[in-house]
């Protein structure tokens, strides 16, 4: 567990550089909103969060997590709280929450940028960072 890393995975620094390429301006593990997100775009109001699908607990079936040590399976569902929880706390406060899973940054980043760019320019400020 030592080796997973919290920041700067290479799903996320994809996406940053394709979002940079594009124009778009950004904050990198903004921890002055709850959660702490990957990408914060400010004006826009605009928070992003790539998931390690484990972590999270995405693509995983009933089945697989019974299997699972009840470490693991406590652990998922203490971080999937939190993500709710973040989510609520970010909406209420005016902020858009995307989120994405490491496995969809690396096979649609495209897409996934595109998605993000259309959400921070469609804002009422215009105009990113």
């Known amino acids: 567990m030592s ?5 700067d995975t290479v799903p996320e620094v994809s996406l940053r550089r394709e979002l940079w390429r594009r124009g778009l301006r950004f ?4 921890a002055k909103l709850p959660g702490r997100p990957d990408i914060a775009f400010t004006r826009a109001r605009v928070a992003v969060f790539v998931d390690g699908e484990f972590w999270h607990g995405h693509k ?3 089945e697989r997590m019974q299997y699972m040590a009840p470490y693991w399976q406590e652990k998922i569902a203490r971080n ?7 989510n609520s706390e970010l909406v209420a406060s005016g902020w ?3 989120r994405f899973g490491e496995r969809d940054v690396r096979r649609r980043l495209k897409e996934v940028a595109d998605e993000i760019e259309h959400k ?3 804002t009422k400020f215009g105009t990113p960072e």
């Open 3 to 7: 080796r997973v890393r919290g920041t």
């Open 60 to 62: 995983l079936s009933e």
């Open 96 to 98: 858009t929450v995307v």
């Open 120 to 122: 921070v320019r469609s």
């Open 27 to 30: 904050r990198k593990s903004y």
């Open 80 to 86: 999937v709280a939190r993500d709710a929880r973040v």
